[in-house]
């Protein structure tokens, strides 16, 4: 069992050569604004509309990109494993797109595709366009039976959502962008999820790609996930807080080094994994 469980966690750098700028490198910025200020309970309440704007833009820009070898790489390492579990920051839903399955997958930080009320339970969850034409669907959630129902809006309905900051049609409360801000509390389920697969034992191979693993969650994880002695490969052309326990350091770009190590893992180790 020990033998068979991976767990790959990602952030922004493994869209980044898909054209969705990182957080924190240069292309992050908005207007001259600093995603770590527009992305908050506090920007939301002092401008809603401004900040709406800034996650139209980047739907905008993720319907519109395609996923990149990376996130190909990973899809493929999860159908060839028997334990797998990715568990993405990234908001987009580029490691869906490439295959991943959401029974192998977790966004930690949320689903930028889903707009939810501030005051009641109500949500739901525009499809990804992934460059089609087509508008997309709006569908609408309901978090206890996690079940899902299209609605279709009237033209006239969607158009002011795009200029205006979306209401709930429950309770008319406004609506927000389905994503854990700064200072908020991570998802329970998802948590759980990863709690959960942690807590069923160590794994023998954890990728980290594309993050700078700025938040103490990410670190903790790889570390308990490896326990003694699991394999820990850090893809990330720069340093950070969890270089120095990785047993294989790439400083390469994710969409060129993961094909390489999926392909390495699942061929040489094709009996193991
Ligand atoms: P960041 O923008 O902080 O960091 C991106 C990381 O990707 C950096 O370490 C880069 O060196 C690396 N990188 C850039 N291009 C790369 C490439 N082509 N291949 C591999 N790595 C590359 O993004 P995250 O670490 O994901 O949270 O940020 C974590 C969280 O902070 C986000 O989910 C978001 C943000 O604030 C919330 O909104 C709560």
């Not at 908005?30 to 908050?40: H, I, M, Y």
């Not at 903790?220 to 326990?245: H, K, M, Y």
């Amino acid at each position: 069992m020990h033998d068979r469980r991976v767990l790959v966690l990602t952030g922004a750098g493994v869209s980044a050569e898909s054209g969705i700028p990182t957080f924190r490198g240069k292309d992050g910025y908005w207007r001259n604004l600093d995603p770590a200020k527009l992305a908050t309970p506090e920007a939301f309440a002092r401008d809603p509309k401004l900040v709406w704007e800034w996650y139209r833009e980047r739907r905008q820009r993720i319907r519109n990109a395609q996923p990149n070898p990376a996130h190909k790489a990973i899809a493929k390492l999860a159908q060839h494993t028997q334990e797998f579990l990715l568990v993405t920051q990234n908001v987009d839903d580029l490691h869906a797109r490439a295959g991943a399955s959401k029974e192998k997958m977790v966004q930690i930080h949320g689903d930028i595709f889903v707009t939810r009320c501030l005051r009641c339970h109500f949500q739901f969850r525009d499809t990804g366009r992934g460059g089609s034409p087509e508008p997309p669907v709006p569908r609408v959630i309901y978090p206890h039976s996690g079940r899902l129902r299209s609605i279709a809006p009237t033209s006239v309905q969607h158009e002011q959502e795009q200029k205006d900051i979306p209401k709930c049609s429950k309770c008319s409360a406004l609506m927000r962008p389905g994503v854990v801000w700064f200072g908020e509390q991570l998802p329970w389920g998802e948590l759980r999820r990863v709690e959960n697969y942690l807590e069923d034992g160590p794994c023998d191979f954890v990728i980290v790609a594309g993050t700078t693993a700025t938040f103490g969650y990410i670190v903790d994880w790889a570390l308990r996930a490896i326990a003694s002695d699991g394999e820990l490969v850090e893809v990330n052309p720069e340093e950070t807080p969890l270089s120095q326990f990785a047993t294989q350091r790439v400083r390469e770009g994710a969409a060129l080094a993961l094909p390489r190590i999926v392909d390495e893992l699942v061929i040489s180790r094709s009996s193991k994994l």
